[in-house]
């Protein structure tokens, strides 16, 4: 199956700071989804991005498909955006990176 | 529209017993998927349904089994509990099998003593 890696596995900004978080697979994917997980668990969907680039406030999101890697913009980082960053490419199922943790200080 | 519901938030189970997980998909889905996270890592595939049948699964073993109903909620049940099975039980809905856009419930948090 499929390879997912994140990186930086942690990644610590002070408020106001920008930041790239990256994705990449490790063959062809169907879709691919950027996902947002609290500190009470519960995953929040950020992107479906396939290919191509997406932008949502503050947040973007650009999928290279051919070069498969994706890549997660945070701009203007606030402490709300603290918790852990996933990507996740499907094939057959949908299969996780083990996340980039961010913390974003006041 | 009501998002996908599970139940219970949390449990604790003694090693060896048994425990049933509930999924409620979002209005209109009709494929749910089960994901297993161990404390810091991402989460791993178990099982799909799509219109009541099994649709895919991951590397579990069979005391992982699952069903999913004509409203197309869903239970996932673990047999003779390990403690390496505490972890936080995800689930997701889908408007369709294959490609389509997954999205989370809040998770049950299972202890395995």
């Known amino acids: 199956g499929i390879q997912v890696e994140q990186s930086p596995p942690d990644l610590i900004l002070q408020e106001g700071a920008n930041s790239t978080l990256r994705c990449n697979f490790s063959?062809?994917?169907?879709?691919l989804q950027w996902f947002h997980q609290n500190p009470w668990g519960q995953l929040i969907n950020l992107f479906y991005?396939?290919?191509g680039t997406k932008q949502n406030g503050r947040l973007s999101a650009t999928t290279v498909a051919t070069e498969r890697y994706s890549l997660l913009y945070i701009s203007s980082s606030q402490t709300t955006d603290s918790g852990v960053y996933f990507c996740?490419?499907?094939?057959?199922?949908?299969?996780f990176g083990k996340g980039t943790k961010l913390t974003v200080n006041p | 529209e009501t998002g996908v519901t599970q139940s219970p938030t949390h449990l604790i189970k003694t090693r060896g017993q048994q425990v049933t997980l509930r999924c409620s998909s979002q209005?209109?889905?009709?494929?749910v998927s089960w994901y297993q996270q161990a404390l810091g890592q991402g989460p791993q595939f178990i099982f799909q349904?799509?219109?009541?049948?099994?649709?895919g699964r991951g590397n579990f073993p069979p005391r992982f089994s699952g069903l999913q109903f004509p409203n197309y909620s869903s239970e996932l049940n673990v047999n003779a509990l390990e403690l390496d099975d505490s972890a936080l039980y995800l689930c997701?809905?889908?408007?369709?099998?294959?490609?389509?856009?997954?999205?989370f419930g809040p998770g049950t948090r299972l202890t395995v003593l």
């Open positions: 997701a809905s889908s408007l369709n099998r294959g490609t389509d856009t997954q999205y």
């Open positions: 063959d062809s994917v169907n879709n």
């Open positions: 991005i396939p290919s």
């Open positions: 996740a490419g499907v094939r057959e199922k949908l299969v």
């Open positions: 209005s209109g889905h009709n494929t």
């Open positions: 349904y799509y219109r009541e049948e099994e649709n």
